[in-house]
């Protein structure tokens, strides 16, 4: 088996690919004290607080942020064979009738997205949802689709999205990685 590993978004595109999340976010929310910035743990997290970070420098307005934890909101919670890491959700601010922008590193299956708005409903009921990712890999399970992407990836059985953020990682950049057996 062959080991394959190539990077599809630098440390420079993943800022320059966020510049403009901030933007579209912006373009789409004129009212930018109705929203709330909420990051998917893990790498979700640090998206958010970025995209918090520009939309703040863009507007002057303060907007609220927090993250969630999805781990028991998970539909695979039981079956799983690993112990989870369960970290705290952390919403500072009520959600009622704000416009929440949800943010995640990759979208794939929809399951993900589909377990942190179950979340989020557990903390109140938003004026609307609206979903920024990094990267959109394709291949949904689920009738899910993002409102602002970064770069779409299509990808194929076998290849893997990695993201490496440097708040997480120590290492900036989205690789793409497979695995091919040998003939």
Not at 10 to 17: L, N, P
Not at 95 to 112: A, P, W
């Amino acid at each position: 088996m062959t080991f394959e590993k190539r990077t599809v978004l630098s440390g420079a595109d993943i800022k320059r690919s966020l510049t403009r999340l901030a933007f579209e976010i912006l373009e789409r929310n004129p009212k930018v004290e109705e929203l709330v910035m909420v990051g998917i743990q893990s790498r979700g997290e640090p998206l958010a607080r970025r995209l918090h970070g520009l939309l703040e420098k863009q507007t002057g307005v303060s907007i609220p942020i927090g993250n969630v934890d999805i781990t028991f909101h998970r539909d695979d919670f039981r079956t799983r064979l690993v112990v989870p890491q369960v970290k705290a959700s952390n919403l500072p601010v009520s959600i009622d009738n704000k416009t929440v922008i949800l943010v995640d590193d990759v979208l794939y299956t929809g399951r993900t997205v589909r377990a942190a708005l179950d979340a989020l409903v557990s903390f109140g009921r938003p004026a609307a949802v609206q979903l920024a990712v990094l990267v959109d890999r394709g291949h949904r399970e689920l009738p899910i689709r993002a409102d602002y992407i970064g770069k779409n990836i299509p990808t194929h059985e076998g290849e893997h999205v990695a993201v490496r953020l440097v708040e997480t990682d120590e290492t900036e950049g989205v690789l793409l990685t497979s695995h091919e057996e040998e003939k």
